[in-house]
């Protein structure tokens, strides 16, 4: 008799339980588990996939030591303030938990989306962010500015990231172009809309926290543009004609 009472106790926790659970249309937003498996199978079949993905994983991985190295660089030769026509006419404002952490989140949204939605063009978008991190640091090391003299210090520049955060990395926005190279990449709808969204809000933020000069930001559209298509001329070969 107990050991049926446990049963329906269990039952009624449970039925509780779904009651709370979010409406379908949350659930219909996001692909089942059976749908990513199928793409993943469907990626892993091609020819090749595994040894573009370490191809591309190296090649990130060096393009991240460079924009390490050129920001240290940007860093020791300094750089005078200067002007700018928007930042002399914008108040400091303290976003810097957009600045750090809502970053931090957009980057992981987008290894995500990817995961998920379109795991058979993960080699040629390692290497399309390989390649935009290798051009910015390039840029990088030909720039010779300092920041802004009112610049807002991110919080992660006294912790352990500080080892991975710059003063003078200016030109151009990484907070700006990388969110817009998300937007270039991903195929979803309103995953594209949401990364559209938070490149305009990126750039905004950085400004406000005059960390960038406006011409950081809006050349970053242009120039992150610009690699999105380089990389699809010369490794679209990598990227199925329709989503995964």
């Known amino acids: 008799m107990s050991k049926y009472l446990g049963h329906r106790k269990t039952e009624s926790l449970l039925f509780q339980y779904i009651k709370i659970l979010p409406p379908r249309q949350f659930y219909d937003m996001m692909p089942g588990m059976s749908e990513i498996f199928l793409r993943w199978k469907k990626a892993a079949s091609q020819k090749r996939f ?80 390989a390649l935009f991190a290798s051009i910015r640091s390039g840029f990088i090391a030909l720039t010779y500015i300092g920041a802004p003299a009112d610049i807002l210090k991110l919080s992660w520049d006294e912790g352990f990231l500080r080892h991975l955060s710059f003063t003078n990395d200016l030109f151009f926005s990484g907070h700006t172009g990388l969110p817009f190279l998300a937007f270039l990449l991903v195929r979803k709808g309103w995953v594209k809309k949401f990364f559209l969204g938070a490149s305009f809000v990126m750039g905004t933020s950085v400004l406000l926290t005059h960390t960038h000069y406006s011409i950081d930001v809006f050349a970053a559209f242009f120039i992150t543009y610009a690699i999105f298509k380089i990389s699809e001329r010369f490794f679209g070969h990598l990227r199925p004609a329709s989503a995964s």
């Open 50 to 129: 595994w040894l573009f993905c370490f191809f591309g994983l190296l090649f990130l991985a060096s393009a991240f030591l460079f924009t390490v190295l050129s920001g240290k660089f940007a860093d020791s030769r300094g750089g005078a303030s200067l002007s700018d026509l928007l930042l002399d006419r914008l108040p400091v404002v303290n976003l810097d938990f957009l600045n750090t952490w809502g970053f931090l989140f957009i980057v992981f949204a987008f290894a995500l989306s990817v995961v998920v939605y379109q795991p058979g063009e993960i080699p040629f978008v390692l290497i399309s962010v």
